[in-house]
């Protein structure tokens, strides 16, 4: 008996290794050809096949298309739907020529419906025609980096032009996920548009995912099933993007599970204890408690900003301490001068 209780514990104790958050091992088994697991915030790639692989995009073709028309504002500005727009092939808001629509209306249209027409119309609402929105693309991918990125058409029916990577998707989403317009859109469930078409997200995840909160599908033929996600958790969001994944939507559950399984709480600062330094060596306390969802060997940077008073008084307000995270700020906390030795 003792030796069957000894093997059991070993086993216990095995298992708890190999499933312990951020071990290789626990890494979950996809059915995705590309895939890519990316925090938001930082930028770091937490997970990644073949990141760097182009390929056709389809409908998340969308997510630039929504972006540039949220950033262009005016979501209340009425548009008359062109003849071009109408009858475009795929999926569909059968706008009729002539019809008037906001904005903001083909907007939803264009990330819950995934309406090709939809897309076209704003995209020659905003940019005066298909071919200058379409060069205002990709004049916005070369001016975020997107090294492997391509756009050939605002909608994303197969195009050799008209190609991505899960890497460049990642980072095209981290930057659509800040305007606030754009989040709100693409995290909306359901709506009704023009007074007469109700539409649902496509995206199964808002329902199945624990904060999920975005963003757009995809599908051709060519291109098989495509997926971009975004999730916030406990203050960390993380995108994933998976590339003709049969099998995506579990396979986003489980890869944005294990990716915030990785992230613990951590304290970085404790309310009346020395934070850093002060140039010429004085010490400053932190005026408030912090504590962080870090990652592991995630080392959060420290930047003293100092206020308007100069007088280094004990305990007086000495200015505040940024904290970031691979270049970018993800809090702020008060500090004060401390006692020098």
């Known amino acids: 008996m003792k030796r069957l209780i000894s093997a059991l514990a070993a086993i216990f104790f095995a298992a708890t290794l190999l499933c312990a958050p ?15 697991l990316m925090d938001a915030d930082t930028g770091a790639v937490l997970y990644a096949r073949h990141p760097d692989n182009p390929g056709l995009i389809a409908s998340t073709t969308k997510i630039m298309t929504a972006l540039l028309a949220c950033q262009a504002g005016d979501l209340d500005r009425p548009v008359t739907i062109p003849a071009q727009a109408v009858g475009v092939e795929g999926s569909s808001l059968y706008l009729k020529e002539g019809e008037t629509l906001t904005r903001e209306e083909l907007l939803y249209g264009t990330m819950l419906q995934s309406g090709n027409d939809a897309a076209l119309a704003l995209a020659i609402d905003v940019g005066g025609s298909e071919a200058a929105f379409v060069e205002q693309m990709n004049e ?16 994303g029916l197969d195009s050799e032009g008209n190609y991505s990577t899960a890497r460049d998707l990642a980072l095209l989403t981290a930057k659509a996920l800040e305007n606030p317009d754009f989040l709100r859109i693409c995290g909306t469930k359901a709506v009704k548009v023009a007074g007469e078409r109700a539409l649902t997200n496509h995206n199964k995840l808002l329902w199945r995912c624990p904060g999920c909160i975005g963003v757009k599908t995809g599908y051709t033929k060519a291109a098989g099933r495509l997926l971009v996600s975004a999730a916030r958790r406990e203050g960390r969001t993380l995108i994933c993007v998976t590339i003709n994944d049969p099998a995506d939507w579990q396979d986003h559950v489980s890869l944005l599970d294990w990716g915030f399984g990785r992230y613990e709480a951590r304290t ?27 990652a592991p060997r995630e080392e959060p940077r420290l930047v003293f900003c100092p206020g308007l008073c100069s007088d280094l008084l004990s305990g007086e307000a000495a200015g505040t301490v940024r904290i970031y995270l691979n270049g970018r700020q993800v809090a702020e906390i008060p500090v004060i001068w401390g006692e020098s030795n």
């Open 22 to 36: 951020g071990s290789a091992a626990s890494e979950p088994t996809l059915s995705a050809g590309c895939a890519v």
């Open 140 to 155: 916005t991918a070369r001016a975020l980096g997107l090294q492997n990125t391509h756009y050939a058409n605002p909608h």
């Open 268 to 294: 970085v600062a404790v309310k009346g204890e020395t934070l850093l330094t002060a140039p010429g060596g004085t010490p400053l306390a932190a005026g408030t408690d912090l504590t962080l969802r870090l």
